[in-house]
């Protein structure tokens, strides 16, 4: 007969054991999907060929090189770190405001970004001064992180609740979306298309500098958030409890909306806007793994770059020839999927 | 002092003779319909500001002697013809402008104020027109909307929409001298090809390149896509894209190694300050267009195609997309496509003479440049 409390411990072991399998299958889910993403495109090479190129790049021919190594790699890659950046960013806005809202895009700093860029796209308008060649990006990220700023100011006045930060946040996207009309309205239609392009979000931005960037943001980020793993577990039971617990609110609210704002900017600034995946990549990852930060941090990354990757297959397929840019693609493929599992499920979600 | 009215009458009607008096006019406008205008229109109102394109080839003398109001995108989008007839034609200055129809910011209380006898509508801007009810409201003050179209379709419907304002403004003939003289110069390309064997050399165009990071927006089968077409070429994004406009995959331009590339290119520097957009257009520097053609050889999508590999590598002028002068570019781009075809054919000529028999403007080159240019 097993103690009440070895039976406790066998379940725990379980859960423990069932969580890291389904981490597991994400990954491996996970690099499938990028060597799917690698063997596939217009360019009808044989999966010899790719291999070859992957394995042995000098000895293969310069345009088989280039299409592997220059145009399909970093956007194969870019998906994966922006999917994850975007979806670790979400998961963590969910859970120091308390949220299930809370995501870059309703957070007003993925239409920050935006304005930013469109700035530069309608009338060269250099936020920062240095690196005009970047100018994109640069007030892409200048406008993003003053916008996170400007949530973070606004949070610290009393009497400010999770929910008002929420609200505060879909009043920036209003106003900044009334801005891009402004700027639009005013300026050339050939300005006007690079604008809209550049909103609808597209990996074809992708070059080895922005993905090394990236990359590195993530790479930094990862650790310092699961540092924080059980602090920010316990700031899903409410301030209060969480204080209780030794965890300090107010300095872990400013230190993970910094991390993740950075994320959040750095990926918006490379390749636009993708407002889908901070919401709904961390919502599949909790439905699946449930809120233990441990497996939830992993798995909302993973599941981010899951769905990215998978967005980036499909959107080079449907129309062969051509990219759909990748925020289409996510959204339009994704929300039925995110509808689905939402309603399925008999209890609360959230 | 005061006429009595026998000899009033007779004076009114001989002053209306000598100024041509408007008589009842049934046009077909490009949108199909059926519209009663009072020609010769004296007051005219420019619902696209490049509708210039066409009534400076009607009336190069005073192209703005009938315009009462026109929309500011010349000025936008062709800001080097915009200067050009600004310099010639200071008064075009001061005309009201409006906003653009298809973006609903058109003032329909300052057009009736302006009392047009008509308003030149672009066809694009029809949809956007009637949602709003522009139409029906024109209408009840007496103001006919007539439409035209010389981008949308502009090999076909640039000569109807000439015919179409040489009725309005009762320049018919004039107007028939121009279609002829279109015709004459496409035939140019298209006779001598209809005679020859040739083999069609694959083509890339690449719309704006270097206006942005990204690679590679083209046409489809519509406008420059139709002109390489004709210019005895393959698009090699026909049959890829659905519609006239469209982004390839840059590993599709890889794929199908096009033999020449067609950079469309203007003066973006308020737009894209130091972008890597070649800035084609009247009076550009050849040098520098040619010095940033060659720097957007490099881009990973051109790495390895036969177009870098033999330079034959070309910028045109953007504008040609949406301009009833597009015969000169399906000349140029004929004579890169087979210059042993069209070895007599000389599209600047063209261009020139075209300023000379038609234009207000007088001619400035700076169109175009190849990197297989000597």
Redesign the interface.
């Known amino acids: 007969m097993m103690s009440e409390q070895e039976a406790g411990y066998d379940f725990y072991r379980a859960l423990i054991l069932r969580r890291q399998l389904i981490l597991a299958g994400f990954a491996a889910a996970l690099l499938l999907s990028l060597c799917v993403d690698l063997a596939l495109g217009p360019a009808r090479y044989g999966l010899d060929e790719v291999v070859r190129a992957l394995l042995w790049p000098g000895e293969v021919s310069d345009q088989l090189r280039v299409v592997l190594w220059e145009i399909r790699m970093p956007v194969a890659l870019m998906a994966l770190v922006v999917g994850a950046s975007l979806s670790v960013a979400g998961l963590q806005m969910q859970t120091i405001l308390n949220n299930p809202l809370a995501s870059p895009y309703t957070l007003g700093i993925s239409a920050g970004a935006g304005f930013g860029a469109a700035l530069a796209l309608a009338f060269g308008v250099a936020l920062v001064p240095i690196a005009v060649e970047y100018i994109i990006p640069l007030n892409a990220f200048a406008m993003a992180m003053l916008t996170a700023m400007a949530i973070y100011g606004l949070s610290l006045r009393r009497g400010v609740s999770s929910e008002t930060i929420v609200l505060l946040g879909i009043a920036l996207v209003f106003i900044f979306n009334a801005l891009m009309s402004l700027i639009q309205f005013f300026a050339s239609q050939q300005a006007v298309a690079a604008v809209v392009f550049w909103t609808l979000g597209s990996l074809t931005k992708a070059t080895w500098s922005k993905l090394a960037i990236s990359t590195g943001v993530l790479v930094l980020a990862l650790p310092l958030l699961a540092r924080q793993g059980w602090a920010l577990t316990a700031m899903r039971l409410g301030d209060a409890k969480a204080e209780s617990m030794g965890v300090k609110p107010r300095r872990l609210r400013l230190e993970v909306l910094i991390i993740v704002s950075l994320l959040a900017s750095i990926s918006v600034s490379f390749v636009g806007t993708i407002g889908f995946i901070g919401l709904v990549g961390p919502h599949i990852a909790r439905m699946i793994l449930g809120e233990d930060q441990r497996f939830l941090l992993p798995g909302a990354a993973l599941s981010g770059a899951l769905i990215l990757s998978l967005g980036s297959i499909l959107s080079k397929m449907i129309i062969p020839g051509t990219v759909i840019p990748i925020g289409i693609v996510t959204a339009i493929v994704g929300i039925p999927f995110f509808l689905y599992l939402i309603l399925s499920r008999k209890g609360a979600t959230w | 002092m005061r006429l009595p009215l026998p000899l009033l009458l007779p004076c009114m009607l001989l002053t209306s003779i000598a100024a041509g008096h408007a008589a009842s006019v049934e046009i077909t406008d490009i949108a199909g319909r059926q519209v009663t205008v009072e020609a010769p229109a004296k007051r005219i109102i420019l619902g696209e500001g490049r509708q210039i394109y066409l009534l400076g080839a009607l009336e190069r003398e005073a192209p703005f002697a009938r315009v009462v109001g026109w929309r500011q995108?010349l000025l936008?989008?062709d800001p080097d013809t915009y200067a050009m007839y600004a310099e010639k034609f200071p008064e075009l200055k001061a005309l009201p402008t409006f906003?653009g129809f298809k973006?609903g910011?058109f003032d329909v209380e300052q057009a009736a104020s302006l009392k047009p006898d008509l308003v030149l509508m672009n066809l694009e801007a029809r949809a956007a027109t009637e949602d709003a009810g522009y139409d029906d409201k024109l209408a009840h003050l007496g103001i006919p909307i007539v439409y035209v179209d010389f981008r949308d379709d502009p090999l076909n419907h640039s000569i109807q929409s000439m015919r179409i304002m040489g009725k309005v403004i009762g320049k018919e003939d004039k107007a028939e001298e121009y279609i002829a003289y279109v015709h004459q110069q496409m035939a140019r390309v298209t006779d001598v090809l209809a005679m020859a064997k040739f083999d069609r050399p694959k083509v890339f165009v690449d719309r704006?390149g270097g206006?942005?990071?990204?690679?590679c927006m083209t046409f489809g089968n519509g406008n420059f896509g139709e002109y390489v077409e004709i210019a005895g070429g393959t698009n090699i994004?026909n049959g890829?894209?659905?519609s006239t406009f469209?982004?390839?995959?840059?590993?599709?331009i890889?794929?199908a190694n096009p033999d020449q590339v067609i950079v469309t290119g203007?003066q973006?520097?308020?737009?894209?300050?130091?972008g890597n957009w070649v800035g084609m257009g009247p009076g550009s520097n050849l040098k520098i267009a040619r010095a940033k053609l060659e720097k957007l050889t490099q881009r990973?999508?051109m790495?390895?195609i036969a177009a870098v590999k033999t330079g034959q590598f070309h910028a045109i002028w953007h504008q040609f997309y949406d301009n009833p002068y597009y015969f000169v570019a399906v000349q140029r781009v004929a004579k890169w496509l087979h210059p042993d075809l069209f070895d007599d054919l000389d599209p600047e000529a063209t261009l020139k003479d075209l300023h000379d028999r038609f234009l207000p403007i007088a001619y400035k080159p700076g169109y175009w440049v190849s990197l297989s240019d000597q």
């Open positions: 995108d936008q989008a906003g973006d910011t704006a206006y942005s990071d990204t690679c994004a890829i894209l659905p469209g982004v390839l995959n840059p590993e599709q890889i794929a203007g973006w520097e308020a737009y894209v300050p130091g990973t999508a790495t390895g």
